[in-house]
Nanobody, 124 residues
Framework: QLQLVESGGGLVQPGGSLRLSCTAS????????IAWFRQAPGKEREGVSC????????NYADSVKGRFTISRDNAKNTVYLHMNSLKPEDTAVYYC?????????????????WGQGIQVTVSS
């Protein structure tokens, strides 16, 4: 069974940090470009960051540039999202997704596999 599982979410104070992990089972993640999306209540799902299959190319939404970093460890079949200087507006359910298109992209419709999502809450 092909599956993506997110972990590492939770409650953090403003200014704090979290590291999200996206681990694949049933397939080799290094063959796929990966993106992180998030969805806040009442809002559309939006792209946060993406990384190419090779890992050489990354991209970020303007709202997280300089605060979030995406990386991948193909030996562990895992992609990470390091989130620093978190703000209340970062509160959302975060999803990772995988596409066979090898370039870094945040176009939702090209993604073949999605995780179940994980809650991140930034609040004092």
């Amino acid at each position: 069974q092909l599956q993506l599982v997110e972990s590492g979410g939770g409650l953090v104070q403003p200014g704090g940090s979290l590291r999200l992990s996206c681990t694949a089972s049933g397939f080799t993640l290094s063959d796929y470009a990966i993106a992180w999306f998030r969805q806040a209540p009442g809002k559309e799902r939006e792209g946060v960051s993406c990384i190419s299959a090779s890992g050489r190319s990354t991209n970020y939404a303007d709202s997280v540039k300089g605060r979030f970093t995406i990386s991948r460890d193909n030996a562990k079949n895992t992609v990470y999202l390091h989130m620093n200087s978190l703000k209340p507006e970062d509160t959302a359910v975060y999803y990772c997704a995988a596409t066979t298109i090898p370039v870094a992209t945040m176009m939702k419709y090209v993604f073949d596999y999605w995780g179940q999502g994980i809650q991140v809450t930034v609040s004092s």
